[in-house]
Nanobody, 121 residues
Framework: QVQLVESGGGLVQAGDSLRLSCAASGRAFSSLAWFRQAPGKEREFVATIRALGGNTYYADSVKGRFTISRDNAKNTMYLQMNSLKPEDTAVYYC????????????????WGQGTQVTVSS
């Protein structure tokens, strides 16, 4: 049974940092990613990383502030979020795909339950 479990969300002030974690189990994946969804908005891509090789890609809105990484030995993916802004407020989801995929949420096969990140001004 595949499981993705996020943790690390919370309430912070603008300019603060948070690190999200996503523990994966059940099978191997080729692509891992973070998406987010703010109230009343569509789910949007944040960052993705290849399980092998570690190639990364970021949305323009987070480039230079967020860093995605993974620890294959621990089957865990991370999202280090620095210089947080109120517009980063959303539920953050980790996602995993069996194949090497990109930035579209419908390409991902498995999803976590989400973790809330709230950034106050």
């Amino acid at each position: 049974q595949v499981q993705l479990v996020e943790s690390g969300g919370g309430l912070v002030q603008a300019g603060d940092s948070l690190r999200l974690s996503c523990a994966a189990s059940g099978r191997a994946f080729s692509s891992l990613a973070w998406f987010r969804q703010a109230p009343g908005k569509e789910r949007e891509f944040v960052a993705t990383i290849r399980a092998l090789g570690g190639n990364t890609y970021y949305a323009d809105s987070v480039k230079g502030r967020f860093t995605i990484s993974r620890d294959n030995a621990k089957n865990t993916m991370y999202l280090q979020m620095n210089s947080l802004k109120p517009e980063d407020t959303a539920v953050y989801y980790c996602a995993a795909a069996r194949l090497r995929v990109g930035v579209n949420f419908n390409e991902y096969d498995y999803w976590g339950q989400g973790t809330q990140v709230t950034v106050s001004s």
